[in-house]
């Protein structure tokens, strides 16, 4: 057997060399509320006061200040209601010293009223009300430009839209948003063993279960998955596989499997062979330790191991990050968090470990592992109730029971 170690590359620099190599995907305009999760390529520029008008934060009466100065609980002041104002309505004329006007939240404040004191505090009729506290000028106003002026940009071009990004291009006035297309990515699974997962496996035989790890992943990425299937060890029908991926607009490729050394490891010959920046890396990270890279006419292939926890881990480490590239987003790499050990762990150095494991928030703050489970690269039970991936560098022995390391959140839904 030959030693393979000092071939080793660390995963940033796997992930340095895939990213490097991808561009950025192309742009279309999108109705803002079918934008979600789109990535924004434009500024979101406020054009107007937003509120756009001195209004009251709470239903009340709107006074002025001076008409409260002597109230209180011995000498309470009784002013006439002048008029009502719902949201929506916008007072005929000024507020007269000495009169309160039945102001409901949200409704534009009148002229001359400076301050809303809220219902609860007053003893009210329909015709008048009773104050027994002062109140300062500004008391529950939301003035006019308070939460964005004209000039404002609170989103530019890499943004993520969730729901608060879209509330604020709505408030704006964008009905459309020029957003990175979807990209379109082809999943490949490669393996004479596999069947398929509605099939009762034959002698021998697995259920592919990547592809509908994969599909997820590529879903929750905000990509489009076209699913291949299962495609035989073979070049040529690789190479079909390609082809016809390119042919339904692939913009990205992932596969699973025929990535490493064995003698039907077909994925890294063919990446090799016909892929642009070919790259077949032995990455210093387990699981995953078998990575293949390349470009067909600028579109980012993805070959990944096929054990399925390695399958799950690379994509996340590789895929989501250079997926997010693709669309163009500003925040590309996973963000770490640290997570205590409240127990020694175990591991073998020499390559990064990526510990899958449910985290949770420990009772004196933070975050804490909680019973990792079994941790083979082909194991998938254990994941079931993982939440995180936490980074155990390839250097130094083990963890120290209380010591904390960096983690990062899985995808997915049902944290
Ligand atoms: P390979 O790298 O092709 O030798 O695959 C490594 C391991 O992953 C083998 O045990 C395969 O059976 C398994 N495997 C490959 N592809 C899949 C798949 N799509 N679903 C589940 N297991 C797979
Ligand atoms: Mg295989």
Known sequence: MRELGHELISLEEARETMLSLIGTIGTETCATPEAFGRVL???????????????SAMDGYAVHAADLAAASGENPVTLPVAFRLQAGEVAEGPLAAGSAVRIMTGAPLPPGAEAVVPHELTEFT?????????????????????????????????AVLGPSQLGIA??????????????RVAILSPGDELVDIGEQPGPGKIRNSNACSLRASVIDSGCEPIDLGII???????????????????DAFVSTGGASAGDFDFIKDVISEDAEAAHVFK??????????????????FFGLPGNPAAAIVSFEVFVRPGLRKLQGCSRILPELFEVRFPFEQRYKPGRVFLLRTRVEPAADGGYEVVRPGEQDSSFLASLARANAIVV??????????????????????GR
Not at 129 to 143: L, M, Q
Not at 170 to 183: D, H, M
Not at 283 to 300: E, I, S
């Open 283 to 300: 990455v210093a990270m387990k699981p995953g330790k078998p990575q293949v890279f390349g470009l067909f006419d600028g579109r980012p």
């Open 41 to 55: 390529r434009q500024a979101v520029e406020a054009r107007d006061l937003i509120p756009p008008f001195d209004n």
């Open 126 to 158: 329909d015709t008048e009300v009773t104050f027994s506290d002062p109140i300062e000028a500004g008391r529950n106003v939301r003035p006019a430009g308070g939460d964005m002026k004209p000039g404002d940009v609170p989103l530019g071009p890499g």
């Open 392 to 413: 155990l560098p390839p250097e130094g022995g083990p963890v120290p029971e209380g010591a904390t390391r960096p983690a990062f959140w899985m995808g997915g839904a």
């Open 170 to 183: 709505a408030t704006l006035g964008y009905a459309e948003l020029e957003v990175s297309r979807r990209p």
């Open 232 to 250: 035989p060890d073979n070049k040529p029908a690789i190479r079909e596989a390609i082809s016809e991926a390119i042919e339904r607009g692939a």
